[in-house]
């Protein structure tokens, strides 16, 4: 059994600046992508930056220039640093790996439970 356990959301004021975490943790053999999705209030969930075990970075358009993915791959962890949050950035951040499990031969998505982040004034 895997588990992500994702963090460091919070209450701040436009233009300020967040860093999430995700760790994960178990029977783990390997990871592929791993990254963060959001959600806001009534939409739909959508990718926000995802990074590779090699490094390649997929991120989306609004959150370029301003959010940064970093990985730590010996810790199984994710982080998001994200500056010049803007109102529009708030929603639920999940967490989001591709992981191959220990015995098997194949990836299985994991999902975090979470972490609200709320940019007002």
């Known amino acids: 059994q895997v588990q992500l356990v994702d963090s460091g959301g919070g209450l701040v004021q436009p233009g300020g600046s967040l860093r999430l975490s995700c760790a994960a943790s178990?029977?783990?053999?390997?990871?592929?992508?791993m990254g963060w999705y959001r959600q806001a209030p009534g939409k739909q969930r959508e990718l926000v930056a995802v990074?590779?075990?090699?490094?390649?970075?997929t991120a989306a358009g609004p959150v370029k220039g301003r959010f940064t993915i970093s990985r730590d791959n010996a810790m199984n962890t994710v982080y998001l640093q994200m500056n010049s949050l803007k109102p529009e950035d708030t929603g639920v951040y999940y967490c989001?790996?591709?992981?191959?499990?220990?015995?098997?031969?194949?990836?299985?998505?994991?999902w975090g439970r979470g972490t609200q982040v709320t940019v007002s004034s």
């Open positions: 178990g029977s783990i053999f390997s990871i592929n992508d």
């Open positions: 989001n790996a591709e992981v191959r499990t220990s015995g098997t031969s194949y990836y299985t998505v994991y």
């Open positions: 990074m590779s075990a090699g490094g390649g970075i």
